[in-house]
């Protein structure tokens, strides 16, 4: 076949338009999520007035609760339309019950004994934030257009079998620990419920059954890793996402395996017009895609050979960049490029075109300035500032979690957040902490974890870190070789002007499944630098210092040196950039040994580098937009996957990839005349030029 593969295909059909649609605008509630972690304007009801939280909820419309406080005295309470309740990490709260006709309400940072969407009418266009240990129940009701985001160990169990439907709901950043089934979704024969898409989804150890789909016109799954499913073999279903009577599935980016028993098998799939694209699996004794009967066409891109069953001989299969290699397969079997007939092209070019569309309900990000002319000029007269390092340590070590007012802080040495300590200011914009001096850390770690690993939990939201060495700097000295950092809230902060890192993380044991939403990386060095112990070669030892499952969401990477730097030695494990700006970096992305690193409906404008996004494994992108204006950038050197991402006015000689690139995957890409698509081997699907 030689070493060059270019396919190209055009797209030949209409658009599917469901029957029940969406507009791709941002929600007035997602708006409002992104100026705050928990807004100071919002009406404080404290612990002791627990019982009148409803009362307090339908009076004022806007309530605060003390961050990791308890209202669960409190009965069941109903959130309607307009309503907004804010708690911080992971404020308990009793059942809430969303009632049908609810528009435009917010439950954010608590942890509900249940939450349940009830009655036969629509539930619509309301956010979900920052939820962690509960239930969500839905039963025939109809749910459009909402928005979950940060779902941690959470059931979720939606039955629209009698009536009802989802249309246009995105889950953003979807966690399952031992809970079992951890997702159920059931619809109605009718298969009324379409375009719902679940962005990052990690089923962590169910002990029976962890994903069950039935009756979907489609679905689409971007970034899902299962690890270790039906422990105790109390499961009614043969795989990990179980999918049936649906027309149309889409999965981008999948990995994960059955570690325990090495049995599993991971998609158990009876769906129409199935596309798998980039699948990175663990090997088991069993195939790990089952097809049922009624799969008429399953299209792959770029996925690893982790075993096929067919239940139906004409299920027609055909597989590109098959198992890391340039090789095209219909049915199994190695064939040329061009022997992909009219047969094959219709049935993809549906699939692509109905992927497409639920990708569009997706609105791109927006993003406001944040800085004042109070940021610039600051460094001539820190030094003579007063110092207020004690005076903020002395407010964490009595609260635990402190609260400062707005205002702007010097520190002359490092605020220590130890487990379950955190820092809570009035904003981003309102209350600032600056290092007195390039040499120190702002925020640094004090558990001292080693021997036995421990898992760490901090907060800090609303607040400002400028200037110093690092912002945050979590290293064997403070945190640790055994500390591992899990489930933090670091959530509406911008860190600014660091002279090494916003973020680094050094030869402790991890960060492991977080969540980091609407952090600012600014005119740093580099924005998260990662450094693990150099002598590690292998196994469960301290300072190996992985980041598995990190998922930063409306976070701005502007202005850095380099904005990513993860050069891993045990690997990194489905980490995600999602709804991000990345504007003006020297470079995005350096890294190695990262398994399904992924960016989504994200932002790049001018960056440099050549290039300016470098991996040595694949790293997914998907409904992003590019351009550039700084001279002889090349965006992407190897292992790109990009599925309907634009690329726009890049200028100055700049390109999208190397002639000589390799591995590279292009899925609906939309290309100015100005920008080029050229590489040594990788597929191009839908091509389209203006």
Known sequence: M?????????????????????????????????????????????????????????????????????YRKSVSIQLK???????????????????????????????????????????????????????????????????????SNIRIDIDNSRGGYLVGNRFIRTMVHAAYPGIKIIGDEKKQSSGNLFVWTNIL?????SIIIKNQRDISFLGIEGESWNIEN???????????????????????????????????????????????????????????????NLFTFKSMNIGLLKSNPSTQVIDFFYNRKPEFFVNQSLAEP?????????????????EKQ?????????????????????????????????????????????ELEAGTYYISKPLVLKNGQGLIGAGIDKTIIRAKSDEMD???????????????????????????????????????????????????VAIRDMANAAIQIKQIYAWDNNYIDYVEFSRNKTGIMQRPDAKYIGGDKAGMNYLDKNVFYGCRFMDNNLAIDWPAKRANNLNAFISSLFKGNDKILNQSSNNVTFFANSIFLDNAGDPSISSNSMVGFLRSYFSTNKPNTVIFGDNAFCNNCRFDNLTNNSKITRESSKGQVFISPEISNSGQLKFSSGIAVNNSTK
Request: proline letters at 5%; glycine letters at 10%; hydrophobic letters at 40%.
């Open 338 to 354: 061009n022997a992909v007939s009219i047969l094959s092209a219709q049935p993809l070019n549906s699939a692509v075109a109905t």
């Open 442 to 492: 702002v925020i640094v770690g004090g558990d001292y974890v080693s021997g036995k690993t421990k898992p760490i939990k901090f907060v800090l939201a609303d607040i400002t870190l400028q200037g110093g060495r690092n912002g945050i700097n979590h290293d064997p000295d403070g945190s640790g070789d055994r500390a591992q950092y899990n489930l933090i809230t670091l959530s509406h």
């Open 358 to 402: 639920i990708y569009n309900i997706w609105a791109p990000p927006e993003f406001k300035n944040l800085e004042s002319p109070a940021d610039f000029g600051w460094k001539s007269i820190r030094v003579n500032q007063p110092d207020s390092s004690e005076l903020i340590q002395a407010q964490i070590e009595q609260n635990g979690i402190a």
């Open 234 to 296: 109390k499961a009614q279903h043969k795989g990990m996402l179980n999918v049936y009577n649906t027309d149309f599935l889409s999965i981008f980016m999948a990995s994960g395996g059955d570690y325990a028993k090495r049995t599993g098998q991971f998609f158990n799939l009876d769906a129409k017009n199935i596309l798998l694209q980039g699948v990175l699996m663990a090997a088991s004794k069993n195939p790990g895609i089952i097809l049922g009967n009624g799969v008429e």
């Open 81 to 151: 339309s307009n309503q907004e309740l804010y708690g911080l990490a992971g404020t308990k709260i009793p059942k809430v019950v969303i009632p049908q006709g609810t528009n435009n309400a917010i439950l954010s940072g608590v942890s509900p004994e249940k939450i349940r969407f009830e009655g036969l009418g629509i539930i619509k266009e309301s956010c979900v934030n920052r939820i962690v240990n509960t239930t969500i129940e839905v039963a025939n009701t109809s749910l459009v257009n909402n928005l979950f985001t940060d779902l």
């Open 2 to 70: 030689g070493n060059k593969i270019k396919i190209l295909y055009w797209l030949l059909f209409a658009v599917v338009i469901f029957s029940r649609s969406v507009a791709a605008v941002p929600l007035l509630c997602e708006a409002k999520l992104a100026e705050y972690a928990i807004p100071k304007d919002a009406f404080f009801l404290p612990e002791s007035q627990a019982m009148e939280l409803q009362k307090t909820l339908d009076r004022y419309g806007v309530v605060r609760l003390k961050p990791g406080g308890n």
């Open 205 to 209: 150890v169910p002990r029976g059954d």
